[in-house]
């Protein structure tokens, strides 16, 4: 190859103006800084770390990893040589497979003592709860009335009258899905006279959907919410009709959709200080302040779930248009750590 | 001695370039997956081959990607000819426009395709989770590969030659296939084997429009590395994608080697002309039709639902993108533009600067180095983004800790992007007479001098349609970014799957919005860059 060192020098200079384009200030100065991963459903408004920040002089940069199987993965694949300090978003369908890679330090928050025996999944606090989130079934208000009333339990589903209603999400690529697998494995246990298995034969012949993720099932198959699809009744979160008013334009008196109580699966996420963090006592702070009132008031209105910290009120939509179960079903995560991923296999089989 | 130096820089910014991001993170997630207790263990390899499921996996995935290249060709190549030859009103749109898909991100098409392939859609049948509504959204996805590689060269190819064919006595088509088609063959494999790797690496689409049972070797990594955890499988299944792409590419790129034709280009103004008989006429109506369906109506869909909410008109979804009601989830729409501009740039700039340099490897250093390199240079188009994503955790730790740096975001870009360049750029140059430059030689200009003032030129529009591809990958975020940790930087494509991911009616429209306005955004760069005229030498 002949060419003039004016052409290299030219997309040299090229590579290096593209460098400048979008380098950071990369600016050290003493103040203490504290990595947070988290996937991207991750939202908080950024005052409430600048209060941390005021209260601690420690500054915390926020770093997504993708969904929270991916994130999970990435923790483990750098577990040798940490990407942050602190890390958010395990939940307890994922939880012994964190357990069992040694990826978080044993930290017991003073703060736990807000937070209800049944979320603290972890005796030896590796990991503390931030908040939970039913998955629940939730149905068109609309669509149901005298002629045929909305379901009430997982039976209910398999009856001939609601063929072809409901969508789900497959258990395999989405966290709602896998959620809702537990549910019925809870619910119908393996070796009992009707398994879960027999449930999911019987849904498969009721004309249930299957769908990758939750955005399909409820923003293209669901009808209600964006009003898109033609099936009434879909696998989604007990905080999804207090979004759907919130989110309404014009705001409507009651909520368009509704959540069957029956058949929830609490999800629990919880937060770690990362093994191999040099993080310290800042670390520490940080997990202590997720479970304050001034992080714990947010998560509501901005990731939908509901707060680990049993002191901290719900905004007046959680209590006004959704359902919190009061027995929400669930299953131990060393359980589902062992049992996981042939459950899943199992699925695909019947369901193929 | 800086003619040396200099050429030894040339080789070494790209060799060094994909070195660094791609060859050494994809070897450490590799041997990270097959080391068991600090052993080489193939024993997931024979597992994986052994699974008559994965071996079905492995063949959907062939035949899908072949299916989805010829369906895109067989569209794509008469728009490719009648946007190159004939002068209408609207082309510059109809050019700029195909190229709109490449930055939406599946999801969002996913809402589009579902709407239109549903039972109510215009086609009357429920193609919802058919193998169809795969290849439908592919040929959405990569027609403008087809239109803009084929077409940059076509509008430069000299007409008088089928003329001249057509005056011996051939047919027109006749005169297609016997003179056209063999001197087009380098664009058109170009384009064939930048849409094979695309879907062939298909992921959104596949999980989005196929629903749970269909599945390829990339949808099976993702699965296999991030919800069954099992690294082994998802690392024996990369090394299998990556054989059977490395495989294909030499192939590939050794035919190349031997095909290139020299031709004597034209500017596009005396190629082109008025569609004058009625037969001209139909063929740029149907064809222009064609394109309105498969690649129209889609974002027609999606822009409509960003301005109609219940039944009526409405701009309150534009207005509420600013709105402080959705928390933290509310990315205010300036700040995401911001973002993705500054990414899109960097990573076009990149792309640009290495791929151009590469290009001119592998067009004047004919041989089997040569050819390797071409080949590598596209195999990141062909690995699975989750593998790539991972890469960078496992190999950029040492000795700088790039993990977490925002530069990792336009590099994923440009991994992908760099394709593109080399793919528009090499046809060309390849076909650029050797006598040119002999000229200039005879006239007294240095190697140097000569490339810069005969290869330049003309190599610089077809480079130009490579950075617009660029631009256009990396604001629709293509490739491994979903994988890597990033810093919370959102942009455009990040700002809308928050949105989807609420629930909420004017959540689903200001996610419509957004779409609409990073729609808008790429068809003004790309018009732009389509007016782009680089000295006196008119449309080259």
């Not at chain 1, 995560?333 to 996981?340: A, L």
């Not at chain 2, 942009?491 to 419509?512: K, S, W």
Request: with cysteine.
């Amino acid at each position: 190859m002949r060419t003039r060192p004016t052409a290299v020098v030219l997309a040299g200079a090229a590579v290096a103006a593209a460098l400048a384009a979008c380098g950071g200030d990369g600016a050290t100065d003493d103040m203490t800084e504290l990595t947070l991963l988290t996937h991207d459903s991750f939202a908080i408004p950024d005052e409430v770390l600048e209060a941390f920040t005021r209260e601690t002089g420690v500054t915390v940069t926020l770093t997504a990893g993708g969904d929270a199987g991916s994130v999970l993965t990435q923790a483990i694949l750098t577990k040798d040589n940490p990407i942050a300090d602190v890390m958010f978003g395990v939940d307890n369908t994922f939880l012994s497979r964190a357990l069992d890679e040694d990826i978080f330090v044993a930290y017991r928050s003073p703060a736990l003592d807000t937070v209800p025996a049944d979320l603290q999944l972890d005796p030896q606090h590796r990991v503390t709860p931030i908040d939970f989130g039913d998955v629940c079934l939730n149905y068109d208000v609309e669509a149901f009335g005298a002629d045929l009333a909305a379901p009430a339990t997982l039976e209910d589903l398999t009856d001939p009258a609601y063929r072809g209603l409901l969508v789900v999400e497959s258990p395999a690529t989405s966290s709602p899905g896998l959620a809702f697998l537990l549910a019925t494995i809870a619910r119908f246990p393996e070796g009992s006279d009707y398994p879960w298995q027999a449930y999911w034969e019987d849904l498969a012949a009721n004309d249930v959907l299957v769908t990758s993720g939750w955005e399909e099932a409820y923003n293209a198959e669901f009808s209600g919410g964006a009003g898109e699809g033609s099936r009434p009744l879909v696998v989604s979160y007990a905080s999804s009709p207090p979004a759907e008013v919130i989110f309404a334009e014009p705001r409507p008196e009651t909520a368009p959709t509704a959540v069957i109580t029956d058949g929830c699966f609490r999800q629990v996420e919880f937060a770690g200080i990362l093994e191999g963090s040099d993080g310290g006592s800042a670390a520490e702070a940080l997990v202590d302040f997720m479970l304050t009132e001034t992080f714990q008031s947010e998560v509501a209105l901005n990731m939908f779930v509901f707060p680990a910290n049993a002191d901290v009120a719900l905004p007046p939509e959680f209590v006004e248009f959704t359902i919190v179960p009061t027995t929400p079903l669930t299953i131990d995560p060393r359980e589902i750590g062992n049992r996981r991923d042939a459950w899943i296999g199992e699925w695909i089989e019947i369901m193929q | 001695m800086t003619r040396t130096v200099g050429r030894v820089v040339a080789v070494a910014i790209p060799v060094v370039f994909l070195g660094w991001f791609f060859v050494y993170p994809l070897v450490a997630i590799l041997a990270t997956g097959l080391t068991d207790a600090g052993r080489i263990d193939l024993s997931p390899l024979r597992d994986v081959l052994g699974s008559a499921r994965l071996r079905g996996v492995a063949w959907f995935t062939i035949w899908q990607a072949c299916a989805s290249t010829i369906l895109t060709l067989l569209v794509g190549l008469p728009a490719a000819y009648v946007l190159a030859r004939y002068e209408f009103p609207g082309r510059r749109l109809v050019r700029a426009a195909v190229i709109v898909p490449f930055v939406l991100p599946t999801v969002v098409v996913g809402t589009a395709f579902l709407a239109l392939l549903g039972p109510g859609g215009p086609l009357g049948v429920d193609l919802r989770r058919t193998v169809w509504a795969i290849l439908l959204a592919h040929v959405f996805y990569n027609v403008a590969v087809v239109v803009r590689t084929v077409g940059t060269l076509w509008e430069r190819l000299d007409p008088t030659l089928e003329d001249a064919a057509a005056m011996l006595g051939a047919g027109r088509w006749r005169a297609f296939r016997e003179v056209t088609l063999p001197l087009l063959r380098p664009a058109i494999a170009s384009a064939a084997s930048i849409v094979f790797l695309f879907t062939f690496t298909s992921f959104g689409v596949i999980l989005i429009l196929g629903g749970f049972r269909f599945s390829t070797l990339e949808t099976e990594i993702y699965t296999q590395a991030t919800a069954l955890f099992d690294l082994p499988v998802a690392a024996a299944i990369s090394l299998l994608q990556l054989a059977g792409v490395g495989t294909l590419l030499l192939v590939y790129s050794r035919r190349q080697a031997r095909r290139t034709v020299e031709l004597a280009l034209q500017a596009r103004a005396d190629t082109a002309r008025r569609p004058a008989t009625w037969r001209a006429r139909t063929l740029v109506t149907a064809t222009v039709t064609m394109l309105a369906l498969l690649v129209g109506s889609p974002i027609a869909v999606l822009v409509l639902r960003s301005v109609t909410a219940g039944g009526s008109w409405t701009i309150s979804f534009y207005r509420g993108l600013g709105a402080s009601t959705a928390g933290a989830l509310a990315v205010p729409p300036g700040q995401a533009i911001v973002n993705s501009l500054r990414f899109a740039t960097a990573a076009t700039v990149l792309a640009l600067g290495i791929g151009m340099l590469a290009a001119v490897i592998i067009t004047y250093r004919r041989g089997r180095l040569a050819t390797a390199f071409d080949a590598v240079l596209m195999l990141p188009l062909g690995t699975s983004a989750v593998t790539i994503g991972f890469g960078f955790l496992v190999a950029l730790g040492r000795p700088v800790d790039l993990r977490t740096s925002p530069w990792l975001v336009p590099v994923a870009h440009a991994l992908v992007a760099i394709p593109f360049v080399v793919r528009a750029a090499t046809p060309v140059m390849a076909a650029i007479p050797a006598r040119l430059r002999e000229a200039a030689a005879v006239l007294g200009a240095g190697p140097g001098r000569a490339w810069r003032e005969v290869d330049l030129p003309i190599a610089t529009r077809a480079a130009l349609v490579g950075a617009g591809f660029a631009f256009a990958v990396s604001l629709g975020e293509f490739g491994a970014t979903s994988f890597i940790a990033r810093p919370s930087t959102p942009t455009l494509p990040v700002a809308i799957f928050r949105l989807l991911g609420q629930p909420g009616a004017a959540t689903f429209g200001r996610a419509m919005a957004l779409a609409t306005i990073l729609m808008a955004l790429t068809a003004t760069a790309i018009v732009l860059a389509d007016r782009f005229r680089f000295g006196d030498l008119g449309d080259f």
